[in-house]
């Protein structure tokens, strides 16, 4: 039997009811990779690996778009890329008030890498400086990133 308007199924669901199945299976299964074009996207735009960017969201906040947390010096980090509360001034309000948009969060993420990579070349040094200033803080972090990256497909 048809599965189309409204008539029954061979197991009894309307077409209407196999929809809805499957419009829930894929609004489970989205949220985790509706995304992930945002990090193509970015790196296009700013001249980064994807995959570095992937990788920083995933050592910030697990790629939580609502994560938050507050540091010891009474700054917030905010959303995916967890992006300090420190470049509002920089930002300016349009930009700060988008943090909470997962796209718009990974590409000002991916900006504010572009300008340490500026600074530092495209080196370890450099993917430090997107967390910490100090050079300890620099080197640990970018080992935290190193040990994260995706295994290669080759």
């Known amino acids: 039997m048809s599965i189309f308007k409204g008539q029954l ?7 209407a009811s196999h929809a809805l199945i499957i419009l829930t299976m894929f609004q489970l ?4 990779s ?11 735009l700013y001249k980064i690996s994807p995959r570095l960017l992937w990788t920083i969201a995933k050592v910030e906040s697990n790629f939580n778009p609502n994560a938050v947390n507050k540091n010891s010096d009474g ?3 905010f959303g995916v890329m967890q992006i300090n509360s420190s ?5 300016g ?9 997962p796209c718009q969060n990974v590409k000002i993420g991916a ?30 972090y970018a080992w935290k990133i190193f ?3 995706p295994k290669s497909d080759n």
């Open 9 to 15: 199924s061979q197991d009894g669901v309307t077409g």
């Open 75 to 77: 700054s917030y980090d």
């Open 34 to 44: 509706s995304h992930g074009f945002c990090f193509e996207e970015a790196g296009a």
């Open 87 to 91: 470049w509002g001034k920089i930002l």
């Open 93 to 101: 309000r349009d930009q700060s008030e988008g943090l909470a948009d």
């Open 111 to 140: 900006w504010i890498l572009a300008q340490c990579l500026r600074k530092f070349g495209y080196t370890w040094e450099g993917i430090g400086c997107y967390n910490a200033s100090s050079k300890q803080k620099k080197i640990e």
């Open 147 to 149: 040990r994260s990256l």
């Open 29 to 32: 299964i989205l949220p985790m």
